[in-house]
T-cell receptor, first 114, second 112 residues
Framework: DSGVTQTPKHLITATGQRVTLRCSPR?????VYWYQQSLDQGLQFLIH???????AKGNILERFSAQQFPDLHSELNLSSLELGDSALYFC?????????????FGEGSRLTVL | SQQGEEDPQALSIQEGENATMNCSYK?????LQWYRQNSGRGLVHLIL?????REKHSGRLRVTLDTSKKSSSLLITASRAADTASYFC????????????FGQGTTLQVKP
């Protein structure tokens, strides 16, 4: 158990809909990272938050947004969903915000868009 | 886009044999890490090697790093069926963010 909690574990929805994925980092970790894993694209970095502030942005679509709240949990919002958004979405956390230390991953949220 | 490319994409060996996976990357790095992922599960950190290190050991794992060739290898000795998983290298750049860029991964099957 990594200590990172993601909900929901599975989600099935229709095209055009909006979903919210939630992540609770390990106790004490200030950084939260979101990754998308699909068969064709592999593991893609989406966004990094540190102590409530956005630190880095990766290949995140404009239809996607994220935030980190004062209690350090994070939410990833996916809107106007398309079939191609079907993927495993991982949240990871770390204590620090820079220089690439070890990341602790949650078990992921599997999104299926029909 | 992916930073790293891993080779081979898939590897099948017998229990007790050694498994070697390679990773190449494109830009300068602060460190390189290896992660393991069991099918459909979250990734688990295995080992981190810093850019000024050449070799590191952890149990049955041995990692090497050659920054001149921008490559790394992961060796798993005396493999077990439980080592069956996907293995990913991930690089941390020199920018002031902790994000990691992952390679495409090597799928390892260890046959009992």
């Amino acid at each position: 158990d990594s200590g990172v909690t993601q909900t929901p574990k599975h989600l099935i929805t229709a095209t055009g809909q909006r979903v919210t994925l939630r992540c609770s980092p390990r106790s004490g970790d200030l950084s939260v990272y979101w990754y998308q894993q699909s068969l064709d694209q592999g593991l893609q970095f989406l966004i990094h938050y540190y102590n409530g502030e956005e630190r880095a942005k990766g290949n995140i679509l404009e239809r996607f947004s994220a935030q980190q709240f004062p209690d350090l949990h994070s939410e990833l919002n996916l809107s106007s969903l398309e079939l191609g958004d079907s993927a495993l979405y991982f949240c990871a956390s770390s204590l620090a915000g820079g220089l690439g230390g070890e990341l602790f991953f949650g078990e992921g949220s599997r999104l299926t868009v029909l | 886009s992916q930073q790293g490319e891993e080779d081979p994409q898939a590897l099948s060996i017998q229990e007790g044999e050694n498994a070697t996976m390679n990773c190449s990357y494109k830009t300068s790095i602060n460190n390189l890490q290896w992660y393991r992922q069991n099918s459909g599960r979250g990734l688990v950190h295995l080992i981190l090697i810093r850019s000024n290190e050449r070799e590191k050991h952890s149990g049955r794992l041995r990692v090497t790093l050659d920054t001149s060739k921008k490559s790394s290898s992961l060796l798993i000795t005396a493999s077990r069926a439980a080592d069956t998983a996907s293995y990913f290298c991930a690089t941390s750049g020199s920018s002031n963010t902790g994000k990691l860029i992952f390679g495409q991964g090597t799928t390892l099957q260890v046959k009992p």
